[in-house]
């Protein structure tokens, strides 16, 4: 039975590999036909070969300094549903940003098989313009 403590585990890997940017370290907790479902109305993105593509442009060539703190988390069976809130420099559109999301994870032995996130973003300020006076 899967139990919270793996599960916070299996995300800690995720937002370590968030952070450092790291394709290789994402795709280790996932099965091999995982799917990850980025958008609700489209198509998800199939296998860790899937995964790794995604992960290198969607975070390694278009995001800087990644913050991320879990919020909650819950567990049934197989299934956890888990919300975190990041930050992060958004290289394509030149600011910083703010987002929440809520992921539903399922696994299978102790890695992800799906997830699908759902997820709201805030610009906060833009990369270009001079850090605040105090």
């Not at 299934?79 to 290289?91: I, Y």
Request: glycine share 2%.
């Amino acid at each position: 039975m899967l139990t919270r403590l793996q599960v916070h585990q299996v995300l800690e890997v995720y937002f370590r590999a968030w952070v450092e940017q790291n394709p290789e370290l994402i795709v280790t907790i996932f099965t091999d036909t995982a799917t990850y479902h980025e958008r609700a109305f489209e198509e998800p993105i199939r296998n860790r070969d899937g995964i790794r593509k995604y992960w290198q442009e969607k975070v390694v060539e278009s995001q800087q300094n990644i913050e991320v703190h879990l919020q909650s988390l819950y567990l049934d069976g197989n299934t956890a549903v888990a919300e975190w809130e990041a930050c992060f420099d958004d290289l394509v559109e030149g600011t910083r940003k703010r987002m929440r999301e809520v992921a539903i994870l399922e696994f299978e032995d102790l890695r992800i098989a799906s997830l699908r996130e759902y997820w709201a973003s805030e610009t906060i300020t833009d990369l270009a313009s001079p850090p605040a006076r105090q």
